[in-house]
């Protein structure tokens, strides 16, 4: 079974709106750790947010946002006021540090965000 | 500034070669780590590395070996047994955190090098 899930390959969205990146996960860990990271097309991964298992409230970075529905295992991230330059590929990962691999980062497949002008 | 570093940003390959991916980081992290990703598809730990003169197998190792003999390098030799090598690689650190929260460990990126095989 497939531990992190990207079901958008590709996504459009229109210049200075939101838009909604979907990941759900599956671990049946306590404690676990999900990540965003954005890839333009240079290739580097540059680490967007990050949001613990056992945090309260929602984590927010500037225009990010991740919805975290613990029970759904759901971890959306949300850009707000979308840029040009935020056209990119976006990857959610998953760290459970107590199964498999130690600090092993899983991720899923990616999702092509193309920001129209 | 600190950073990662990737060198070479191409390499070419020839049927048989050995070569070796540099990677280097001045962000005294003491964990590293080479992923590779192929096209249209997420990230595959290759090898892990959490202290010098330690490191241990990812989910794609078959063709790979790492070296940790300094805290800030870590480079990936792609040996001949890799039958298919062209890829993208991406070497990563992070920090360690012993006593909880290991969960928490963000890991930093390179900028990657692309593979080529002639």
């Known amino acids: 079974a497939q531990k992190i899930t990207q079901t958008q390959p590709g996504m459009f969205v229109q210049e200075k709106e939101a838009v909604t990146l979907d990941c759900t996960y599956d671990?049946?860990?306590?404690?676990?750790?999900l990540f965003w990271y954005k890839q333009p097309s240079s290739g580097e991964m540059i680490f967007l947010i990050y949001?613990?298992?056992?945090?309260?409230q929602n984590a927010t970075e500037g225009r990010y946002s991740l919805n975290f529905q613990k029970a759904r295992k759901s971890a959306n991230l949300v850009i707000s006021a979308s840029q040009l330059g935020d056209s990119a590929m976006y990857f959610c990962?998953?760290?459970?540090?107590?199964?498999?691999?130690?600090?092993?980062?899983?991720f899923g497949s990616g999702t092509q965000l193309t920001v129209l002008p | 500034d600190g950073g990662i570093t990737q060198s070479p940003k191409y390499l070419f390959r020839k049927e048989g070669q050995n070569v070796t991916l540099s990677c280097e980081q001045n962000?005294?992290?003491?964990?590293m780590y080479w992923y590779r990703q192929d096209p249209g598809q997420g990230l595959r730990l290759i090898y892990y590395?959490?202290?010098?003169?330690?490191?241990q197998k990812g989910d794609i190792a078959e063709g790979y070996s790492v070296s940790r003999e300094k805290k800030e390098s870590f480079p990936l030799t792609v040996t001949s047994a890799q039958k298919n090598p062209t890829a993208f690689y991406l070497c990563?650190?992070?920090?360690?955190?012993?006593?909880?929260?290991?969960?928490?460990?963000?890991?930093?990126f390179g900028p990657g090098t692309r593979l080529l095989v002639l």
């Open positions: 990563a650190s992070s920090p360690l955190k012993t006593s909880g929260g290991a969960e928490m460990e963000t890991q930093y």
């Open positions: 671990t049946s860990d306590p404690s676990y750790g």
């Open positions: 949001q613990g298992s056992y945090d309260q």
């Open positions: 990962a998953m760290r459970e540090p107590f199964s498999g691999s130690a600090r092993q980062l899983t």
């Open positions: 962000l005294n992290h003491d964990a």
């Open positions: 590395s959490q202290i010098v003169n330690d490191f």
